[in-house]
C-alpha cells in the first residue's frame, strides 16, 4: 500500500501522559498537514510542513503540542501531559508540491484520554 | 476571513433521485475548490477539484460541482443517488498564500433505500 499511513491507529491513555503519533506520508509528496477532528466536527488545521520546514501551527496547538519532519520524510505529533479535551481523531494528509495539490489523507489516530 | 459554509447539516434524499449538497465559500482571490467524502470509519477521500476552466467539474462516483462565482457558490450534485453515497461530504477551499485547506463542519448525506 503507497497511501499515507498512521499510526497507531488508536491510542487510549491517562490524562497527564504523553503520546506520539507517526505519519509517512506518499514518498514523494513533499507537504505533509495535520488535522484534528472532533466528533460532529470538520477537520481543523493545525500544522503543516514543506519537507523538514513547519511553514505554520495553528493557535489551536498549545505548547503542550509539538510536530517535526526530520528529513522531510515521516512525521511526528507529539501531545505532552495529555488533557481529556485532547481526545479526538489527528488526521495526516500528503500532498504534491505547487499550488492547490490534491490532499491524500490516512485513516487516522483516535486518541482517547481518560 | 477565509470561510466555508455549508448551511444544511444532513441532506435526505430517495435512492435513484437527484442529490445537491450547498457550499459557499469566502475567500480573497482566485478561489481553488475542493470536494471530499468521510465514509464511515474511513479515510478522507478526494471528490474533484475546481481550479480554473469549466464551471461544471465531473469527479469521482458520478458527482459533479458546480462553480458559480457571482454567488460564490460550489454546490456538489449527482443525478442519481444511490445508498452507498451516504457519509459526511466537505467543501474544501485551498488558501493560496498560505498552503492551508480550509473544512467546515460538513453535510452528512443520507440515501434512502
Known amino acids: 500500500d503507497t497511501g499515507v499511513s498512521q499510526n497507531p491507529r488508536h491510542k487510549i491513555t491517562k490524562r497527564g501522559q504523553n503520546v506520539t503519533f507517526r505519519c509517512d506520508p506518499i514518498?514523494?509528496?513533499?507537504?505533509l498537514y495535520w488535522y484534528r477532528q472532533t466528533l460532529g466536527q470538520g477537520p481543523e488545521f493545525l500544522t503543516y510542513?514543506?519537507?523538514?520546514?513547519?511553514?505554520?501551527k495553528s493557535r489551536l496547538l498549545s505548547d503542550r503540542f509539538s510536530a517535526e519532519r526530520p528529513k522531510g520524510s515521516f512525521s511526528t505529533l507529539e501531545i505532552q501531559r495529555t488533557e481529556q479535551g485532547d481526545s479526538a481523531m489527528y488526521l495526516c494528509?500528503?500532498?504534491?508540491?505547487?499550488?492547490?495539490?490534491?490532499?491524500?489523507f490516512g485513516e487516522g489516530s483516535r486518541l482517547t484520554v481518560l | 476571513a477565509q470561510s466555508v459554509a455549508q448551511p444544511e447539516d444532513q441532506v435526505n434524499v430517495a435512492e435513484g433521485n437527484p442529490l445537491t449538497v450547498k457550499c459557499t465559500y469566502s475567500?480573497?482571490?482566485?478561489?481553488?475548490l475542493f470536494w471530499y467524502v468521510q465514509y464511515p470509519n474511513r479515510g478522507l477521500q478526494f471528490l474533484l477539484k475546481?481550479?480554473?476552466?469549466?464551471?461544471l467539474v465531473k469527479g469521482s462516483y458520478g458527482f459533479e460541482a458546480e462553480f458559480n462565482k457571482s454567488q460564490t457558490s460550489f454546490h456538489l450534485k449527482k443525478p442519481s443517488a444511490l445508498v452507498s453515497d451516504s457519509a459526511l461530504y466537505f467543501c474544501?477551499?485551498?488558501?493560496?498564500?498560505?498552503?492551508?485547506?480550509?473544512f467546515g463542519t460538513g453535510t452528512r448525506l443520507k440515501v434512502l433505500a
Open positions: 475567500v480573497s482571490g482566485n478561489p481553488y
Open positions: 494528509a500528503s500532498s504534491l508540491g505547487g499550488s492547490a495539490g490534491e490532499l491524500f
Open positions: 514518498s514523494e509528496h513533499n507537504r
Open positions: 475546481y481550479i480554473t476552466g469549466d464551471n
Open positions: 510542513f514543506q519537507n523538514e520546514a513547519q511553514l505554520e
Open positions: 474544501v477551499p485551498f488558501i493560496s498564500g498560505t498552503y492551508k485547506y480550509i
